[in-house]
């Protein structure tokens, strides 16, 4: 957790101090994790429990990416705090140590925290794409514990600023309150007692500033619904939910979501790697697919049966050959020389994928093997390859 720092008046942090608070988030986790990183954006203390207490466990037993909670604000406008009494630094504090307590079970220990600061009630979306940009990285995944419908104007600029990071990979969640279609998200036997401790860390005063959303997650179950950014238009993000008693009033609305059958989120786009022949493209796919604790498939064209001269001339080559053979193109990294040949239908298919191109030093022979080759009245010359992207 980044140590606190001093705040402007008022308790937010200027522009300067937001950017070193986030520069200095993205160096810890970048020096810690060399493999891309899992954000889950809280605009709140208590967001990332509420929304996402089972998908949080979820995520972490199913991922070697580090996850990191990025809390937009601390907290420090509450009514109750101040019928309490406490002053907003007191409050912010308290709301802090929840939150860390509540990340931590979720996690099981293994989470990261990233402070911003922004004042609560307060939050811009300009400011807080400012500080996403310096955490953003290559490959970083993006979980929100907000949705575009959210009627809370905090909500509503976090979620417009997620969305213009342009990540290829965004997942919204629902409120306990809020109905609508959602991939659901059910805690399991090893994470019930971690989605308990979870909650329990809220009992002293995060319970007790929203009781009917802490009651309708106990009562739904404590399940997570999750609806990835394909099923979200960027459009709908500054459209207001009308006021929160209606939604209250139906409180038992989100039932019919829980109980229908679930559609798995939308999986981010594989990494395609291309290459000339003998040129250690599939080593290449097999390391990027390691260092990103993924899957490789390599020569796709041959593990279907395909033959590249049925494919040539048409524009949905590759979305077809995708639809007939879904887990070949399920894996993280996708590797065949030949689809260079099909790259207009290949951009098509799949827009938002990443496209790496292996060039192999011409001066070398088909014979060439990895240590290096031998041709007569020449020195012995090292292989050497390229990568484009």
Same mark, same amino acid.
């Given at each position: 957790m980044l140590p606190t720092r001093r705040q402007a008046p008022g308790g937010a942090p200027g522009t300067a101090g937001l950017c070193r608070r986030a520069r200095t988030g993205a160096r810890r986790v970048a020096q810690a994790f060399s493999r891309p990183v899992t954000y889950v954006v809280a605009p709140h203390p208590d967001d990332e429990t509420l929304r996402l207490a089972s998908y #949080?466990?979820?995520?972490?037993?199913?991922?070697?990416?580090?996850? /990191?909670?990025v +809390?937009?604000?601390?907290?420090? @406008?509450?009514?109750? +705090?101040?019928l309490k009494g406490w002053t907003p630094a007191y409050e912010r504090e308290f709301r802090r140590s929840e939150q860390a307590a509540a990340w931590s079970a979720l996690t099981a220990g293994a989470g990261h925290i990233v402070r911003l600061g922004?004042?609560?009630g307060d939050v811009q979306a300009e400011e807080v794409g400012r500080a996403l940009k310096k955490l953003d990285r290559r490959g970083a995944r993006w979980v929100v514990a907000g949705h575009p419908d959210d009627d809370h104007p905090d909500h509503r600029a976090v979620v417009e600023a997620v969305q213009g990071l342009g990540a290829r990979t965004v997942r919204f969640s629902l409120g306990t309150l809020m109905s609508g279609e959602a991939s659901v998200y059910r805690p399991t036997r090893s994470s019930e007692d971690q989605i308990q401790i979870a909650v329990a860390a809220y009992e002293n005063?995060?319970?007790?500033?929203?009781?009917?959303?802490?009651?309708?997650?106990?009562?739904?179950g404590y399940v997570s619904r999750v609806v990835s950014r394909s099923?979200?238009? @960027?459009?709908? @993000?500054?459209?207001?939910?009308?006021?929160?008693?209606? +939604?209250?009033?139906?409180a038992s609305e989100p039932a019919p979501a829980v109980t229908a059958e679930p559609s798995p989120p939308a999986p981010a786009p594989p990494i395609f790697v291309l290459g000339n022949q003998k040129s250690g493209s599939t @080593?290449?796919?097999?390391?990027? +697919?390691?260092? #990103?604790?993924?899957?490789?498939?390599?020569d796709v064209l041959y593990q279907t049966r395909t033959r590249l001269a049925d494919l040539l001339g048409q524009e949905d080559? /590759?979305?077809?050959l995708a639809q007939r053979r879904p887990k070949v193109f399920a894996a993280d990294v996708v590797k065949d020389n030949d689809v260079i040949f099909l790259l207009p239908s290949l951009l098509a298919a799949f827009p938002d994928a990443q496209v790496v191109f292996v060039v192999r030093d011409p001066g070398t022979t088909s014979g060439a093997s990895s240590t290096g080759w031998t041709c007569p009245g020449r020195r012995r010359t090292s292989r050497r390859t390229s990568t484009t992207t």
């Amino acid at each position: 957790m980044l140590p606190t720092r001093r705040q402007a008046p008022g308790g937010a942090p200027g522009t300067a101090g937001l950017c070193r608070r986030a520069r200095t988030g993205a160096r810890r986790v970048a020096q810690a994790f060399s493999r891309p990183v899992t954000y889950v954006v809280a605009p709140h203390p208590d967001d990332e429990t509420l929304r996402l207490a089972s998908y #949080i466990p979820w995520l972490c037993a199913r991922t070697q990416h580090p996850v /990191v909670l990025v +809390a937009v604000s601390d907290g420090g @406008a509450s009514r109750r +705090a101040e019928l309490k009494g406490w002053t907003p630094a007191y409050e912010r504090e308290f709301r802090r140590s929840e939150q860390a307590a509540a990340w931590s079970a979720l996690t099981a220990g293994a989470g990261h925290i990233v402070r911003l600061g922004l004042p609560d009630g307060d939050v811009q979306a300009e400011e807080v794409g400012r500080a996403l940009k310096k955490l953003d990285r290559r490959g970083a995944r993006w979980v929100v514990a907000g949705h575009p419908d959210d009627d809370h104007p905090d909500h509503r600029a976090v979620v417009e600023a997620v969305q213009g990071l342009g990540a290829r990979t965004v997942r919204f969640s629902l409120g306990t309150l809020m109905s609508g279609e959602a991939s659901v998200y059910r805690p399991t036997r090893s994470s019930e007692d971690q989605i308990q401790i979870a909650v329990a860390a809220y009992e002293n005063f995060g319970r007790q500033s929203v009781k009917d959303e802490f009651s309708a997650l106990r009562r739904l179950g404590y399940v997570s619904r999750v609806v990835s950014r394909s099923t979200v238009p @960027a459009a709908a @993000a500054p459209r207001p939910q009308p006021p929160a008693e209606p +939604a209250r009033a139906g409180a038992s609305e989100p039932a019919p979501a829980v109980t229908a059958e679930p559609s798995p989120p939308a999986p981010a786009p594989p990494i395609f790697v291309l290459g000339n022949q003998k040129s250690g493209s599939t @080593a290449i796919a097999s390391l990027l +697919a390691e260092c #990103i604790g993924g899957r490789a498939s390599l020569d796709v064209l041959y593990q279907t049966r395909t033959r590249l001269a049925d494919l040539l001339g048409q524009e949905d080559a /590759v979305a077809t050959l995708a639809q007939r053979r879904p887990k070949v193109f399920a894996a993280d990294v996708v590797k065949d020389n030949d689809v260079i040949f099909l790259l207009p239908s290949l951009l098509a298919a799949f827009p938002d994928a990443q496209v790496v191109f292996v060039v192999r030093d011409p001066g070398t022979t088909s014979g060439a093997s990895s240590t290096g080759w031998t041709c007569p009245g020449r020195r012995r010359t090292s292989r050497r390859t390229s990568t484009t992207t």
